[in-house]
């Protein structure tokens, strides 16, 4: 069965302060592996998709890398802004094309002022 | 470009009745996804639609049925309610072929 796992559950830092949101997971082989971020009372914001291990993503204060077992999203220099819950999913090799996600339980990061 | 809408954002039912969502996928895309998602199991896949067929179904009971209109527009209903399908609703669109789908902001869904 696919699962995905995140880590921490939550995670506190100052504004300015970098660390990193990993995500095991296990499918049965790999189409991509997304991140999202939702804010609270709204849907999840797509990030970034990676497809294969070795691959990385940027944007702004976030990296996104994979491995054939585990993904990190690096946050470099928070800001306040950046608080959310970041999530992440896989999508395994189905039939016909079709798409099913498989969520972790996600990371709820604050960062302080 | 306008996102994906759902409606109605907020629905109030008891337990026994059936309720329908509504969900309008980004313009071009033509697939659609339902998710619930609740604070115990998070987020769960309930079925995808592509050209008014469902491709995928996740497990859960038969109660939870959709539908997608030949404009890709795309409904989901759930019979029977019960407490604990009390959740945010959560439709997601996508282009055949990309595996990125964009979620609209969900419905939330409470029975009493």
């Known amino acids: 069965e696919d699962q995905v796992t995140q880590s921490p559950e939550a995670l506190r830092l100052q504004e300015g302060e970098s660390s990193s949101l990993n995500c095991s997971y296990t499918?049965?082989?790999?189409?991509?592996l997304f991140w999202y971020r939702q804010d609270p009372g709204k849907g999840p914001e797509f990030l970034f998709t990676l497809y294969s291990a070795g691959e990385e993503k940027e944007k702004e204060r976030l990296k996104a890398t994979l491995t054939k077992k585990e993904s990190f999203l690096h946050i470099t220099a928070p800001k306040p802004e950046d608080s959310a819950t970041y999530l992440c999913?896989?999508?395994?090799?189905?039939?016909?094309?079709?798409?099913?996600?498989?969520f972790g339980q996600g990371t709820r990061l604050t960062i302080n002022p | 470009k306008a996102g994906v809408t759902q409606t109605p954002r907020y629905l109030i039912k008891t337990r026994g009745q059936q309720v329908t969502l509504s969900c309008s996928p980004i313009s071009g895309h033509r697939s659609v996804s339902w998710y619930q998602q609740t604070p115990g199991q998070g987020l769960q896949f309930l079925f995808e639609?592509?050209?008014?067929?469902?491709?995928n179904k996740g497990n859960f009971p038969g109660r939870f049925s959709g539908r997608q209109f030949s404009n890709s527009r795309s409904e989901m209903n759930v019979s029977t309610l019960e407490l604990g399908d009390s959740a945010l609703y959560l439709c997601?669109?996508?282009?055949?072929?990309?595996?990125?789908?964009?979620f609209g902001p969900g419905t939330r869904l409470t029975v009493t």
């Open positions: 639609y592509f050209s008014e067929t469902q491709r």
């Open positions: 499918v049965s082989g790999l189409r991509g």
């Open positions: 997601a669109s996508r282009t055949f072929g990309s595996y990125e789908q964009y």
């Open positions: 999913a896989v999508q395994a090799i189905e039939v016909q094309g079709a798409q099913k996600l498989v």
